[in-house]
């Protein structure tokens, strides 16, 4: 899209990098993220930021950049962790590699409250995740803040070059937005993020790739593929929009499925390929296999629908991306493989026919997509499910007798947050199986039965996420319910594991 006057964030590989594209839509400018091979040929961006990465500068195949390309853009360059280090590397200085990482919140104490620290607290709350440190500064570099322990954790190095140690682009890092922001204010002319700008260019950047060509469209009733439906059909491009029930979907959820579409005016196909599903996946309980099968099965059942579609497209986000690694520029370390990234799907990129409109926004941009697309509020808040549905929320073997334990389950624990008024206020929330059986009074007799756990949490992005202190009342009635209607549970446990170190879902 934009080229010009823009952000321009280069990817070192962190888990985080396009939280920083986020923070930076989140204050107004136009963000775009760039594979470190594309760069220098990134136009003409109006501020620039390195971001972090697991590499460890010392390593013979650690990301480098074009030094002297860099300094000729003559714009501010932020450094962030792997970027900070690399860059006092450049300016001549070095950088001292460590053993022992260190990760999670640090003080931080800016040498004045001025400049990038505008406005910064004397002391605040920052998010670290790195193994090496500065060890020796190059001539007329300074340092700008230092920790608790009095190492430095930010540089400038002159008027244009600044680093960070630290993720500001994390909410654990209370005053990051703050210390980005004021780093944008050292550019000019920034282009503004808005989305009615971003739906146009989408509209019209779909209708030259696709063409005359027909786009076959996956749906779910998920946000997701719910706003590329209604965003194909406003492109006015040729689209067939098939839904597929794999069998791995919440209690009645076909049904709704279809009617929410009718009511939007979108025409769908229904194939129930459930059996299928369940045959390929019966006797599987790795959570990797387990998705690669999902993925391979839906683009089997999505062909036979179909024939030799001319092009398919995908509701992928980019927290889908960047967690699979599948990009074959990333730098990232794969988290899991997302049931869109698999090879199939990336045989089709290779061939040109994979369409990802969404592929650079995050949930909460795609619904105000959605928004401006016309969209009922009451779809697109629907919490997010993911692709491989109930699969993954049944560790270990899937089948059945499980799935419909889950169904009945989740039907009342989502039913419960409605009636609350807290369905509203979570990001995602769901029940699902612990497959260990544990023992239980039930009618005065022994039980020997399987455990519901019962998840909700709060998130702006799905890369980080925290658990939700849900009122007593709602969890017990909640139990109360599920011990006394689910045949097969005699237990029911609340997850408050934060992602990270946990996921949002089970698999």
Known sequence: MHDSNHVAVLDFGSQYTQLI???????GFFAKLYAIEDFPSIGMPGAIILSGGPKSTSEADAPDID???????NVPVLGVCYGMQLLNIKFGGSVEASNRREYGPASLFPTECSGLYAGISQTSQVWMSHSDTVKILPDGAKVIASNQHGTPVSLQWNELFYGIQFHPEVTHSHEGNQILKNFLDLANGLLPFKIEDFKREMIQSIRDIVGDRQVVCGVSGGVDSTVLAVLLKEAGVKTRAIFVDNGLLRKNEASEVQANFKRMGVEIETVDASERFLTALAGEGDPEKKRKIIGNMFIEVFWDAVGDAEMLAQGTLYPDVIESASNAKSKASVIKTHHN??????????????LEPLAELFKDEVRALGRSLGIENEILQRHPFPGPGLSVRCPGIVDKERLDIIRECDAIFIGKLKEYGWYDKVWQAYAGLIPVRTVGVKGDERSYEWATNLRAVVSEDAMTADWVELPAQLLRETSHRILNEVKGINRVL??????????????
């Open 67 to 73: 030094f002297e390309a860099l300094k000729a853009f």
């Open 21 to 27: 594209v986020r923070r930076v839509r989140e204050l």
């Open 341 to 354: 990234r698999v090879a199939k799907i990336l045989e089709l990129q290779a061939q040109g026919k994979v």
């Open 494 to 507: 609340y997850d408050i594991s934060t992602k990270p170190p946990a996921s949002i879902e089970w698999e």
